[in-house]
């Protein structure tokens, strides 16, 4: 099983893409698979569509203990010699066999392809390719959403990329909010919005709010269960008199940036 949340003042703050276009159909999984598809190897399976803690909308991509090697993959169009920025977020768990320290459990294994379908790189083997994890693995990440980014300049022959992620027996891997752009990152500056954010951690009957503008106000009990789902406007509060003393996570979102919050019922 995975943890969900482990509690902390400050769970990971999100930097997501602002005006910009996604090159990807349904990045976030929110109409299940399609088109994403099994691959990019003989025998890949379609990972799961889970909605348990995805990093946000609804749903999210997962491998949770695959029998075997497998992955997912979208091919999406692009041009030759442009600057493009591919990102995503993962959480990755691993279960080591008694005896070793295995850790190699997920990673990212996209190529850009010319006209024919043939593959086409810009470097001169797998261990210098970023779009291939520089022939490594990203790492652990058990409990937080934790955001991988590589920015690259498609090759000369390039027409298409496939962008793919792969998946090992050893562990369980989610994705979730994977972004193709034209170009580098437009990135919300997150600490101001961490900042602007305040809220009262010891709560009663309401859940009292300062924010930058409106946000969409989530509360999660410790085990992951969503519990409390609002949008909030700067002053406004959550009625909380329904929830059971204990500890709960509270994240803002504003689609822009998403930080997190301890609070504590009494």
């Known amino acids: 099983m995975k943890k969900i949340f482990t509690i902390l003042s400050l769970v990971s703050a999100t930097a997501l893409v602002s005006a910009q276009t996604n090159l990807l159909q349904n990045p976030g999984f929110e109409n299940d698979l ?5 691959g ?7 990972p799961a569509i889970l909605t348990v803690n995805p990093h946000s909308g609804a749903k999210l991509a997962a491998y949770e203990l695959p029998a075997a090697t497998t992955g997912f993959y979208q091919n999406v169009p692009i041009l030759a010699g442009t600057q493009y920025t591919l990102t995503f977020w993962y959480k990755a768990s691993t279960v080591r066999p008694a005896g070793t320290t295995q850790n190699n459990i997920f990673r990212l294994w996209s190529v850009m392809k010319d006209t024919t379908g043939a593959p086409v790189y ?6 210098d390719d970023p779009l291939r994890t520089n022939n490594g693995y990203l790492p652990i990440a058990p409990t937080e959403w934790t955001q991988h980014t590589v920015t690259f300049t498609s090759h000369a022959s390039a027409a298409s990329i496939d962008v793919a992620f792969r998946s090992y027996g050893s562990g369980s891997s989610y994705v979730d909010d994977v972004q193709l752009v034209q170009g580098s990152l437009a990135v919300s ?3 101001a919005f961490d900042k602007a954010v305040k809220m009262n951690t010891i709560v009663g009957n309401e859940l009292k709010l300062i924010l930058p503008g409106k946000a969409t106000v989530n509360i999660y009990s410790v085990d992951g269960r969503l519990v ?7 002053g406004q509060s959550v009625n909380t008199s329904s929830l ?6 509270v994240t803002v979102d504003n ?9 504590v019922k009494n």
Do not use: C, F, L, Q
Request: hydrophobic share 30%; proline share 2%.
């Open 244 to 249: 059971s003393k204990g500890n709960y996570i």
């Open 122 to 127: 810009n470097s001169a083997t797998a261990a």
């Open 228 to 234: 409390s789902s609002n949008r909030v406007e700067n």
């Open 255 to 263: 689609g822009s940036a998403k930080v997190s919050r301890k609070v």
């Open 189 to 191: 500056d997150v600490n």
């Open 40 to 46: 990019t190897g003989n025998g890949y399976t379609e």
């Open 34 to 38: 399609a088109p994403w598809a099994a």
